[in-house]
């Protein structure tokens, strides 16, 4: 079992953890968000035949489109891949599976695996491409299509602020995909540009709860939203 102080690690370690063929949660909505010295450590470290759940593939030579790139990527979950060139090639090539949900829908499979739930029901995208492959009911007259809740072994999230334990507070845009994920995956890595001592936090402020996080890495601020280099302090 963790304990609570021991969560704050080097990100060699955090990201160590991970093996070959996981299913990894990619929090981000575009760059805002996005774990990028998390991804840059996943590749650094080689692990391959991976199933990645992102909202979006990033572009070609950052985030998670670098990992597509080098062809460590099986399978991707996403709501979008139109600014990834790569992403669209493999993919047509059939060396990338992708599975495409509208964004609202892919947002509350993954709500829906935190809160514990198989599923849910929805009436979106009934009679259309969407539809396909789902399960449906009738209920009360009406036909309602079956979605399953999606979850994974790992979770990567960016948070602007961190203590020692694992609690997390997002800024701006970062509180998309992040919090959602954090709740919906096995085990949670997060990268925090700063981690304070125990008690810092107030409460209130807190968007995830250190429950719900395995591992907390400290990155330099001076990361760029582009994903470049990351120097990790």
């Given at each position: ?9 080097t ?37 391959s ?11 070609p ?29 493999e993919?047509n ?30 009436d ?32 990567l999230?960016h ?15 970062a509180?998309?995909?992040n ?15 700063r ?39």
């Amino acid at each position: 079992m963790t304990l609570l102080n021991q969560k704050h690690t080097t990100i060699e370690a955090a990201i160590a953890t991970i093996p070959d063929g996981a299913s990894i949660m990619v929090g981000g909505f575009g760059s805002p968000g996005t774990p990028f010295a998390l991804l840059d450590e996943l590749l650094a470290q080689g692990q391959s035949h991976l199933t990645l759940i992102k909202n979006d593939a990033n572009e070609p030579d950052i985030g998670i489109g670098r990992l597509i790139r080098a062809g460590r990527v099986d399978r991707l979950i996403t709501s979008h891949i139109g600014l990834n060139r790569i992403a669209i090639e493999e993919m047509n090539q059939g060396r990338l599976a992708v599975e495409m949900h509208p964004q609202g829908l892919l947002a509350e499979k993954i709500r829906c695996a935190g809160a514990g739930h198989y599923g849910f029901l929805t009436d979106i995208g009934l009679d259309t491409e969407i539809a396909e492959g789902r399960r449906e009911i009738e209920c009360d007259g009406r036909t309602w299509a079956i979605e399953p809740a999606i979850r994974a072994d790992v979770a990567l999230v960016h948070a602007d602020l961190a203590d020692a334990y694992g609690n997390l507070v997002y800024r701006g845009t970062a509180i998309n995909f992040n919090p959602l994920m954090a709740m919906a995956a096995d085990r949670v890595i997060a990268q925090a540009f700063r981690v304070e001592a125990p008690g810092y936090l107030a409460p209130e402020t807190i968007h995830t709860p250190c429950a719900f996080v395995s591992r907390v890495v400290r990155v330099d601020e001076t990361t760029s939203e582009q994903g470049r280099r990351t120097h990790v302090v």
